[in-house]
């Protein structure tokens, strides 16, 4: 079987140096907004460019907390894409606002940021661009519009660790960046974790303020808030895995231009990666018309797949009032077509070949 994801071997390469990060955590008998988390929102925002990073429980709530500290609730439109993890779509939701749908680029899977002015209405407070994938959107376009129009710029990057536009990383462009810490990406904990940062200090003080039920000092709540903390054992992890993360992402580019090569002959439709962009190929997403039936064919041949995402966020049922478009023809369309191959920093050149000619096979036997 070759596996999607391969965590086993991630923690086989750093094995040693987490025992001794956790067993730190243990010593010092803290476990919630410690040493560990103070220093890994150190290093995550020298790593990312900016000034200050608040540890939270997920990229979930980086999200909810980054339109909830920018004052965006009911009465407010915040435009996004409907191919996404639910969690971005969510995240407007839960503050009151209401989501307002564009579409996506078919070739890169990100917001088509054509779209973007039109949908712009008096009521538009900001917009999340989401950098799908780990490919980042084309934000110069998506910046001016928001100095036009007076609009907040949240980059949803929980998928995107390390990627950049134009030389810059994102998620340390827009005016908070929301990043994921769920274990199978690129930068992973053993468990959920999440990160929002700006370079606004006022924004982050109230962020760690949000996080922690509203206090700044125990048992005095200046406003109603969450418990949403990064704890120790995970910032622990994290800054061991921080350390590796240029690495693995070089890792993971090297099997994205392999499968590109061993696939360019072939029916299939490979990532596209700008110029302005660096991917860092949190999944590696193909389009193929006869996708299930390629999927079924891989699974019968141990090698193991995903779709991200078959069913986009206006289309679900959970979701339905707020269905502001007729249709997103790109976004239905690719629904039907993309799949993910495997794709982490332990791909061997031997699974990339063994898993391209079973894809080039299906086509001479079909």
């Known amino acids: 079987m070759i596996p999607f994801v391969d965590l086993k071997k991630e923690y086989a390469s750093i094995?040693?140096?987490?025992?001794?990060?956790?067993?730190r955590v243990f010593e010092k008998q803290c476990f919630l907004l410690g040493e560990e988390l103070k220093e890994f929102e150190n290093d995550f925002t020298k790593y990312?460019?900016?000034?200050?990073?608040?540890?939270?429980?997920?990229?979930?709530?980086?999200?909810?907390?980054a339109l909830k500290c920018l004052n965006i609730g009911k009465g407010n439109e915040v435009i996004t894409i409907s191919h996404t993890f639910i969690s971005t779509v969510d995240a407007i939701v839960r503050n009151g606002a209401k989501p307002v749908f564009i579409d996506i680029e078919s070739d890169t899977?990100?917001?088509?940021?054509?779209?973007?002015?039109?949908?712009?209405?008096?009521?538009?407070?900001?917009?999340?661009?989401?950098?799908l994938y780990g490919n980042p959107v084309d934000l110069d376009p998506i910046?001016?519009?928001?100095?036009?129009?007076?609009?907040?710029?949240?980059?949803?990057?929980?998928?995107?660790?390390?990627?950049?536009?134009k030389g810059k990383k994102v998620g340390g462009i827009g005016d908070i960046g929301c990043f994921s810490f769920y274990p199978a990406k690129n930068l992973g904990a053993y468990g959920d974790g999440g990160m929002i940062v700006t370079n606004d200090e006022e924004l982050s003080t109230n962020l760690k303020m949000y996080r922690n039920y509203g206090q700044k000092k125990k048992y005095y709540h200046d406003f109603i808030a969450v418990n949403s903390r990064l704890d120790e054992l995970q910032a622990a992890v994290l800054r061991v895995k921080l350390k590796h993360l240029n690495e693995w992402n070089d890792r993971r580019r090297k099997n994205a231009k392999l499968y590109n090569e061993l696939l360019q002959d072939s029916d299939i439709i490979t990532p596209i990666e700008k110029e302005c962009a660096k991917h860092v190929y949190h999944l590696y997403v193909i389009k193929n018309k006869n996708r299930d039936k390629l999927k079924k064919y891989l699974e019968k041949n141990n090698i193991q797949t995903l779709i991200h995402y078959p069913i986009p966020v206006h289309l679900q049922k959970a979701y339905s009032q707020y269905r502001n478009v007729s249709s997103l023809p790109a976004t239905e369309k690719i629904c039907n077509e993309i799949l993910s191959l495997p794709m982490h920093p332990w791909l061997t050149?031997?699974?990339?070949?063994?898993?391209?000619?079973?894809?080039?096979?299906?086509?001479?036997?079909s």
Do not use: R, W
């Open 15 to 23: 094995k040693n140096e987490i025992k001794i990060s956790i067993e």
């Open 48 to 65: 990312i460019g900016i000034k200050f990073g608040v540890g939270v429980n997920s990229g979930s709530d980086a999200l909810y907390l």
């Open 109 to 131: 899977f990100n917001m088509d940021v054509s779209k973007i002015e039109k949908n712009i209405t008096e009521k538009t407070k900001a917009i999340i661009p989401v950098h």
């Open 143 to 165: 910046m001016e519009l928001a100095e036009k129009y007076n609009l907040n710029v949240i980059e949803d990057a929980c998928q995107a660790h390390g990627a950049e536009y």
């Open 349 to 365: 050149e031997e699974e990339i070949y063994s898993i391209s000619l079973k894809i080039k096979k299906l086509k001479e036997i």
